[in-house]
């Protein structure tokens, strides 16, 4: 795998990471999340790029007000200095939310884009329950997160380590603008805009990202289509490998 980094139009440096031949596809991870996050998943693709946001991995932690459409910005960023024009994306969780500004805002770069667990955000997204939030908070946050992401099941038989629990490095300044960037994500209006054609992935038990938010971004979006994962929580394309990646590589190759 290639690593490098390159630099934001205002100079925060990003780290890249970049694999395989042929046709690019961009991953792009959840929330407080570095490259990590596609470890398993990636190796079912031919030729990837994935990136550390900007507040996680080896890219720089500037303490300023990070959203879901610099990180977007950042994306382009990096597909420039790559000389990529045209790349597949597929962005899960919020990673999902920050696909969507960049092929709504970038129609000419995005040649398929792939949605997973995610949400339109805004008044239009449906929320996870305070229920849900509280859970998240105190000493018992790391188990109830794994929870959110795995079911029991997966868990007996897949003990870990997991990577898409958050990146332990980051400063808790990085942790909280992530949070917000998430939070006050609202491309409601933006999503029409979106010409590639798109592939919605949810799983079927998400508590975390509800299913309830695939349907929306699928009437909203143009030339979508859905896939919903049964009694899968918010990590279905770790848990349903191979599936997962097989609908992915099918829809990506297939004549539309």
Same mark, same amino acid.
């Given at each position: 795998?290639?690593?490098?980094?390159?630099? &934001?139009?205002?100079?925060?440096?990003?780290?890249?990471?970049?694999?395989?031949?042929?046709?690019?596809?961009?991953?792009?991870?959840?929330?407080?999340?570095?490259?990590?996050?596609?470890?398993?998943?990636?190796?079912?693709?031919?030729?990837?790029?994935?990136?550390?946001?900007?507040?996680?991995?080896?890219?720089?932690?500037?303490?300023?007000?990070?959203?879901?459409?610099?990180?977007?910005?950042?994306?382009?960023?990096?597909?420039?200095?790559?000389?990529?024009?045209?790349?597949?994306?597929?962005?899960?969780?919020?990673?999902?939310?920050?696909?969507?500004?960049?092929? &709504?805002?970038?129609?000419?770069?995005?040649?398929?884009?792939?949605?997973?667990?995610?949400?339109?955000?805004?008044?239009?997204?449906?929320?996870?329950?305070?229920?849900?939030?509280?859970?998240?908070?105190?000493?018992?946050?790391?188990?109830?997160?794994?929870?959110?992401?795995?079911?029991?099941?997966?868990?007996?038989?897949?003990?870990?380590?997991?990577?898409?629990?958050?990146?332990?490095?980051?400063?808790?300044?990085?942790?909280?603008?992530?949070?917000?960037?998430?939070?006050?994500?609202?491309?409601?209006?933006?999503?029409?805009?979106?010409?590639?054609?798109?592939?919605?992935?949810?799983?079927?038990?998400?508590?975390?990202?509800?299913?309830?938010? &695939?349907?929306?971004?699928?009437?909203?979006?143009?030339?979508?289509?859905?896939?919903?994962?049964?009694?899968?929580?918010?990590?279905?394309?770790?848990?349903?490998?191979?599936?997962?990646?097989?609908?992915?590589?099918?829809?990506?190759?297939?004549?539309?």
């Amino acid at each position: 795998m290639e690593h490098g980094s390159i630099h &934001a139009a205002d100079g925060t440096r990003l780290a890249y990471q970049r694999q395989g031949t042929g046709q690019p596809m961009v991953l792009l991870a959840g929330q407080a999340n570095n490259h990590t996050w596609w470890n398993r998943a990636r190796q079912d693709f031919p030729s990837t790029i994935t990136m550390d946001y900007r507040g996680t991995g080896a890219s720089d932690k500037p303490d300023v007000p990070y959203s879901t459409r610099l990180f977007a910005t950042d994306v382009i960023a990096v597909l420039d200095a790559l000389g990529v024009g045209e790349a597949d994306v597929y962005g899960t969780s919020m990673g999902g939310r920050v696909a969507q500004w960049v092929a &709504a805002r970038n129609p000419t770069r995005v040649r398929r884009l792939v949605l997973g667990c995610t949400s339109p955000g805004g008044e239009h997204g449906v929320e996870r329950t305070n229920e849900v939030r509280r859970t998240l908070i105190g000493p018992q946050a790391r188990a109830a997160l794994t929870d959110l992401m795995y079911t029991p099941e997966w868990q007996a038989d897949n003990p870990g380590p997991y990577r898409v629990l958050g990146d332990p490095n980051m400063p808790p300044h990085a942790v909280r603008q992530h949070l917000l960037a998430s939070n006050e994500h609202d491309a409601w209006d933006a999503l029409p805009d979106i010409v590639a054609p798109t592939l919605i992935l949810h799983g079927e038990d998400d508590a975390l990202t509800p299913a309830a938010n &695939a349907p929306l971004l699928a009437d909203r979006i143009p030339n979508a289509r859905t896939h919903i994962f049964p009694k899968a929580r918010h990590a279905y394309f770790d848990e349903c490998r191979p599936l997962a990646s097989t609908l992915v590589t099918d829809f990506l190759t297939e004549d539309l």
